[in-house]
């Protein structure tokens, strides 16, 4: 597809389970984020790919929230021993990786809506 | 740090009417300012962007003007129709030193309606 996808749309689990969340970027993206969009809240960043590389989690919130690109396209977002406060829509988006003039257009996804019961 | 703070809503308007929605902001650096839209049922969509003081974004109507001495980027439309009805987030970027990351900073979102 020409855009970002992200699955499952839905996933309702209960707490204490674990969690993954895929995002497919554009083909050719090189850079991914993943940013977590609380009820009434704008997105928060929480990991940034480029390429293969983690090359920033600083937003992640804790130890339970682990990401992964293993051949630089596809990303999986992992939660583990979910919680109740996880319940978000977590974002996928990509860009080319190639700014200019300080600007580089992230596309994102439809998202993910994780509710922990 | 950065953050964004945007016009709390919900903002309602009637058909053709002037539509205004505040944003200030803070940076560490020198930040790219943007729009984003997010219709129901559909994921976030960039509306405009500016790059440094001065510039203008605009599309579909909407206009915002990127202010460095009040660090505003104000969004502008000068006759709403009902289909701009959606959640706007104006959000910043400040490029990592050295590097390529362009993460994100939102404001809360305003949740625009505007009525026939």
């Known amino acids: 597809g020409a855009g970002v996808s992200q699955t499952p749309s839905n996933k309702v689990t209960e707490k204490g389970k674990y969690v993954e969340l895929r995002c497919d970027p554009i083909?050719?993206?090189?850079?991914l984020y993943w940013y977590r969009q609380s009820l009434g809240q704008g997105p928060e960043f929480l990991i940034y790919?480029?390429?293969?590389?983690?090359?920033?989690d600083s937003g992640l919130p804790n130890d339970r929230f682990f990401a992964v690109r293993p051949e630089g396209s596809v990303s999986t977002l992992k939660i583990q021993r979910t919680e109740r406060g996880d319940s978000a829509v977590y974002l996928c988006?990509?860009?080319?990786?190639?700014?200019?003039?300080?600007?580089?257009?992230?596309?994102f996804g439809p998202g993910t809506r994780l509710t922990v019961l | 740090g950065n953050s964004v703070t945007q016009m709390e809503g919900p903002v309602t308007l009637s058909e053709e009417a002037f539509l205004t929605i505040n944003c200030t902001y803070t940076a560490t650096g020198y930040p790219s300012l943007f729009w984003y839209v997010q219709y129901p049922g559909e994921g976030l969509q960039l509306l405009l962007k500016?790059?440094?003081?001065?510039d203008k974004g605009s599309n579909k109507g909407f206009e915002a003007t990127y202010r460095k001495e009040t660090t505003s980027f104000h969004l502008e439309k000068g006759s709403v129709q009902v289909s701009d009805s959606a959640v706007y987030f104006c959000a910043l970027s400040v490029r990592s030193s050295g590097g390529s990351n362009y993460k994100l900073t939102f404001g809360k979102g305003t949740l625009l309606t505007v009525n026939p």
């Open positions: 083909s050719g993206h090189t850079a």
């Open positions: 790919f480029q390429g293969t590389g983690a090359a920033d």
């Open positions: 988006a990509s860009s080319s990786g190639k700014g200019l003039a300080g600007v580089n257009e992230q596309f």
């Open positions: 500016a790059t440094k003081a001065d």
